[in-house]
């Protein structure tokens, strides 16, 4: 099988190719490329280190047991995710990688430090759904705009996590458990659309 080709930011409706490709693989880790320091977001934010993972502002890879290492942002001119190619199989990367930057601070899932227990236990597991997360526009100016605010990702074990922003308190991109989603939010989706 040929590798991924390495695919610029893109709402996920424009790389859903990339998105049904994840059925079936397992996950090794997720990483979050922190735009502050784990000493900053302590002392400054007043953040639980545990809580730095889900909470910190910047992009989250997802690492795949094939190689594949698929990026998710927020592009707020969209009110909607990104995803890209981080890294394909054959190990070819993005100009703009976030791995090996010095202007952030990577944070793994498999860190006890800065991740809850959720997200430990995930490693390994396979990917059985995926499902594109779409909001009602919040208000006029948002009408024209994807609103493309999350990508949700089911696990063999029936777990669920979901990578956007807007959704568990805060307008910023985060990662959290599909459970931490703020009821309040609920109604202002339009629906969680399946795609793999």
């Known amino acids: 099988m040929s ?11 424009e790389r859903l190719p990339l998105l049904i490709a994840l059925k079936g693989q397992r996950i090794q880790k997720l990483v979050r490329y922190s735009l502050f320091s784990p000493d900053v977001l302590r002392d400054e934010f007043h953040l639980d280190l545990v809580n730095t993972f889900e909470s910190t502002g910047g992009p ?8 594949l290492v698929i990026g ?10 990104v995803i890209w190619v981080e890294r394909n199989e054959s190990g070819q990367t993005t100009p703009f990688a976030n ?3 010095p202007d952030v601070f990577p944070l793994s899932s498999t860190d006890t430090t800065y991740a809850p ?11 059985t759904h995926v499902e594109l997360i779409r ?24 777990q669920t996590f979901v990578l ?22 609920i109604p202002t989706l339009i629906g969680w659309e399946k795609i793999a």
Do not use: M
Request: charged share 15%; hydrophobic share 35%.
């Open 164 to 185: 956007g922003c807007g959704l568990a308190g805060s307008v910023d991109f985060q990662v959290w458990p599909k459970e931490d989603v703020l009821p309040e939010v």
């Open 99 to 101: 791995e090996g930057n």
């Open 72 to 81: 998710f942002g927020e592009q707020p001119s969209l009110n909607s995710t």
């Open 60 to 67: 989250c890879c997802l690492y795949l047991d094939s190689g």
């Open 117 to 127: 227990p959720f997200w430990q236990q995930l490693t390994g597991q396979r990917i």
């Open 3 to 13: 590798p991924t080709p390495l695919y610029d930011a893109a709402i996920p409706s």
């Open 135 to 158: 909001q009602i526009p919040p208000h006029e100016g948002y009408a024209a705009l994807p609103n493309e605010v999350a990508v949700a990702v089911q696990l063999e074990n029936g």
